[in-house]
């Protein structure tokens, strides 16, 4: 009796030192696929940064001695802004001031021409343009300020999209080009969700009060599809853990 009792206990002592190697090799094998991904994230991380940093030097070197005629200003998110609310619109309207389409033809053509060429267009996903607003109601389209604003801010990012569109550069594109432009090339309105301070940095981050003249703007801003890659590895990431 005694020794069946032995032989049941080393049984279950063997069947738990199993278990627990079966579970050292599930805790490895994840900790190892963990570490992959990790290590895919570092990776696609470090290729996102390294385009950033090729496309944001080379649009600098490009618009180097047009930023202050033109009065706008590249960031490092690689947006690049249209601050001065004189030449953009008249207030409540949508139609491009003469001033503007004048430095519109000449942004537009050197602009797509980087985006567009060999070395960056396989690497954006997306290219938007992006209306702001101030504060000022605009009740003509709506009763709802930040609607009316919404409205009003997409109407103006869709004419110059418009303009884009209708001018002899974009024509003159080849069908390959033209086909990618539709599929990157987006028009957002944003009212006055994303107002801007005195130092054209978003209130949101700089915690100061907003300047409602600068916050009247025009964004042409670019979303690389590594931006892309970085989201779909960390949401695996999660998934696993």
């Known amino acids: 009796m005694k020794k069946n009792k032995e032989s049941s206990w080393i ?5 738990m030192t199993a278990l627990m190697v079966i579970f050292m090799f599930i805790a490895i094998s994840y900790i190892v696929e963990v570490k992959k991904e990790q ?4 990776i696609i991380l470090e290729d996102y940064e390294n385009n950033k940093t090729y496309l944001y030097n080379t649009l600098q070197e490009e618009f180097k001695d047009d930023f202050q005629k033109w009065e706008i200003q590249l960031n490092e998110d690689l947006s690049i802004q249209f601050t001065n609310p004189d030449i953009l619109f008249a207030s409540g309207q949508k139609d491009l ?4 389409k004048q430095n519109l033809d ?3 053509p050197r602009y797509f ?20 607003t101030d504060t000022v109601p605009a009740p003509r389209y709506d009763r ?29 594109l080849d069908s390959e080009s033209k086909k990618d432009l539709r599929y990157m090339l987006t028009a ?3 009212s ?26 025009v964004e042409f801003k670019i979303v690389t599809k590594t931006e892309e890659a970085v989201e779909k590895a960390i949401q695996q990431l999660k998934n696993r853990t």
Do not use: W
């Not at 290590?39 to 570092?42: F, L, N, P, S």
């Not at 609607?147 to 002899?168: C, D, H, M, P």
């Open 11 to 15: 049984s279950f002592t063997d069947l």
């Open 39 to 42: 290590d895919k994230i570092a």
């Open 97 to 100: 001031q003469p001033r503007f």
């Open 106 to 108: 000449e942004f537009l």
């Open 113 to 132: 021409n980087i985006l567009l060429s060999s070395q960056y267009k396989d690497k954006i996903l997306e290219i938007r343009i992006e209306g702001h």
């Open 144 to 172: 709802d300020p930040y609607i009316g604003n919404t409205l009003l801010s997409q109407l103006r990012a869709t004419e110059v999209l418009k303009y884009f569109k209708n001018s002899q550069y974009h024509k003159n």
């Open 188 to 190: 957002n309105g944003l």
């Open 192 to 217: 006055y969700g994303r107002m801007l301070d005195n130092n054209k940095e978003l209130i949101e981050i700089s915690g100061n009060l907003p300047n409602n003249d600068i916050s009247r703007r």
